[in-house]
C-alpha cells in the first residue's frame, strides 16, 4: 500500500512515521508512506494557501487549487503517469483500489470495518484540513470521503491522519508478528477485548486468576468470552446490542 499525506505542518508526522511498528512497515515495505506539503504546491508568491471565506465571516478558508495540484502530484508519483493522474482531475476514484480521504469533524466516523476496508487498498491519499475549513470544491470533485476520528474537534486533520495511518498499517498483512494477536483483539465480533496478565502471578497481593494458571485451555478460552461479554456489556451496550443483532454469540 502507498499511502499519501497532505499536509502543511509535515514536521509533525516525524515521531509517529519513524518509530516503533509504522516504522518497520515501512522497512519491510508492507507500506510507502510519502509526506507532501501542500504550500509547496500554491501558485501564491508568498505560498499562502488559505483566503478569507466569500459571503464573509469569521476565519479563513483553505484555497482549492494547491489542494487539487498536490492531489494530481501524489496521483502521478504513484502511477508514474502525469497524463493519466491528470486526466482523472476532476473525478472521484471510481472503482479503483484508491480514495482520496479529507479528515474533518463532519465526516463518517473511523471504525474497525471501515478501517479493514481501507486497508485493501492500494493508494489512500490524506487531506489534512485547516482553519475554519476548506473550499467545498475539494470536498464535492476532488475527496471520495470524509473521515471523522471522533465527535470532538482538533485544530486540525494532521492528528487524526496519524490516528488513521496506525489503525490502517496495523491491518496490512505481514505488519504485526502474530497474525493471532489481529483475532482477539478489541471490537472483533463486536467485543472489546478480554483482560490479559503476565508474571508475576501475585504482584503485592494482587493475584492474576487462577483459571489463567490452571492449564486448562478450554477453561481460559470460556473465561475470556465471558470476561469480552461482561466488559463490552458494561462499557459499551452500544456496541454488544449490534453483535447481538448480526449473530448470535456462541
Ligand atoms: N479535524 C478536526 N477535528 C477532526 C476530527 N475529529 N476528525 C477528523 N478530522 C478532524
Redesign the pocket.
Known amino acids: 500500500m502507498r499511502i499519501d499525506i497532505l499536509t502543511i505542518f509535515p514536521g509533525m508526522f516525524n515521531a509517529v512515521l519513524n518509530e516503533s511498528i509504522i516504522k518497520r512497515a515501512q522497512l519491510k515495505e508492507k507500506v510507502k508512506i510519502v509526506l507532501h506539503n501542500i504550500r509547496d504546491f500554491s501558485l501564491d508568491k508568498h505560498c499562502k494557501v488559505d483566503d478569507r471565506p466569500f459571503g464573509g465571516g469569521p476565519g479563513m478558508v483553505m484555497h482549492p487549487e494547491p489542494i487539487f495540484r498536490a492531489v494530481e502530484h501524489a496521483l502521478a508519483c504513484a502511477s508514474g503517469n502525469k497524463a493519466a493522474a491528470r486526466k482523472r482531475r476532476f473525478g472521484r476514484s471510481r472503482g479503483a483500489k484508491r480514495k482520496i480521504i479529507l479528515?474533518?469533524?463532519q465526516?463518517k466516523r473511523l471504525d474497525q470495518k471501515s478501517a479493514k476496508k481501507m486497508a485493501k487498498m492500494k493508494q489512500i491519499i490524506l487531506i489534512?484540513?485547516h482553519y475554519e475549513g476548506i473550499d467545498e470544491r475539494v470536498k464535492r470533485f476532488l475527496v471520495d470521503e470524509e473521515?471523522?476520528?471522533?465527535?470532538?474537534?482538533?485544530?486540525?486533520?494532521e492528528?487524526?491522519a496519524m490516528v488513521f495511518v496506525d489503525c490502517i498499517v496495523r491491518l496490512l498483512p505481514g505488519v504485526l508478528g502474530e497474525k493471532k494477536s489481529l483475532h482477539f483483539e478489541s471490537f472483533e465480533g463486536n467485543l472489546l477485548e478480554y483482560p490479559q496478565y503476565t508474571r508475576p502471578a501475585n504482584y503485592k497481593g494482587m493475584q492474576v486468576p487462577q483459571v489463567l494458571l490452571s492449564g486448562d485451555h478450554n477453561k481460559i478460552q470460556e473465561w475470556r468470552k465471558e470476561e469480552s461479554i461482561k466488559i463490552t456489556k458494561k462499557r459499551r451496550p452500544d456496541l454488544f446490542r449490534s453483535g447481538e443483532k448480526k449473530v448470535k454469540r456462541g
Open positions: 479528515l474533518s469533524p465526516g489534512c484540513g473521515v471523522s476520528i471522533g465527535d470532538y474537534v482538533l485544530t486540525g486533520g492528528l487524526p
